[in-house]
């Protein structure tokens, strides 16, 4: 792996992992948990159905494997309140191009 050989010995991979569903902080605030973890190996992996004839490609996935006693809780990330992306893509709009047409 080309990043493998790019890395010195005593450089260390880390996984960040952020939660699909808020929890509870101690506050009782609405926050998605992030957990850090170091990297013991990475592997490329064929997907399932690579192997079926009748598709024309081959999806191609990692496989990760981690140091167990190494995943802590990093931080918790603020829950936002629900906000229209219409509102956040005509501001950027607007921010970069001046007039919405």
Aim: glycine share 2%.
């Amino acid at each position: 792996c080309e990043l493998e050989k790019l890395r010195r010995p005593d450089q260390k991979m880390f996984l960040v992992v952020l939660s699909r569903s808020t929890s509870l902080n101690l506050k009782n605030q609405h926050v998605y948990p992030v957990q850090v973890a170091e990297i013991k190996s990475v592997v490329p992996k064929l997907c399932e159905g690579s192997f079926d004839e009748s598709r024309r490609s081959i999806s191609l996935k990692s496989s990760i494997s981690v140091n167990c006693w190494t995943r802590q809780k990093w931080f918790d990330l603020p829950a936002m309140e629900q906000f229209s992306t219409d509102e956040v893509k005509r501001g950027v709009f607007l921010k970069h191009f001046g007039e919405w047409t």
